[in-house]
């Protein structure tokens, strides 16, 4: 399984990105897709994730109401849509899936494979 995320860059504090992470190798019916962020100096952090079976959705208590994660079947995807962005958002994103049949896992030690990262930064 390959992961390529993208769409990251620099924006204002206020402004939006929409990331995509793309899934090549195999194609999902079960599992989890989950992004994490990791800031300089920090531990890597659960963002979202989303069950592909039915489309439940997790969004951590920091990015509730801003962010929002989903997916596009046909194209093997999951966005993330981040809105009224932060200074502290800034760190690279990263996307992830866990292939256990579970529940959502806001643990970086579930998910089995990950994509490259992609850097956002938010100035204030």
């Known amino acids: 399984v390959q992961l390529q995320a993208s769409g990251g860059g620099l924006v204002e504090a206020g402004g939006s990105l929409r990331l995509s992470c793309v899934a090549s190798g195999r194609t999902f019916s079960s599992g989890v897709m989950g992004w994490f962020r990791q800031a300089p100096g920090k531990e890597r952090e659960f963002v979202a994730a989303?069950?592909?079976?039915?489309?439940?959705?997790y969004h951590a208590d920091s990015v509730k109401g801003r962010f929002t994660i989903s997916r596009d079947f046909a194209r093997n995807t999951v966005y993330l849509q981040m809105n009224r962005l932060k200074p502290e958002d800034t760190a690279v994103y990263y996307c992830?899936?866990?292939?256990?049949?579970?529940?959502?896992?806001?643990?970086?030690?579930?998910?089995?494979?990950w994509g490259q990262g992609t850097e956002v930064t938010v100035s204030s």
């Open positions: 992830a899936v866990d292939v256990r049949l579970a529940g959502i896992s806001r643990d970086r030690y579930a998910y089995h494979y």
């Open positions: 989303m069950r592909w079976r039915d489309g439940t959705t």
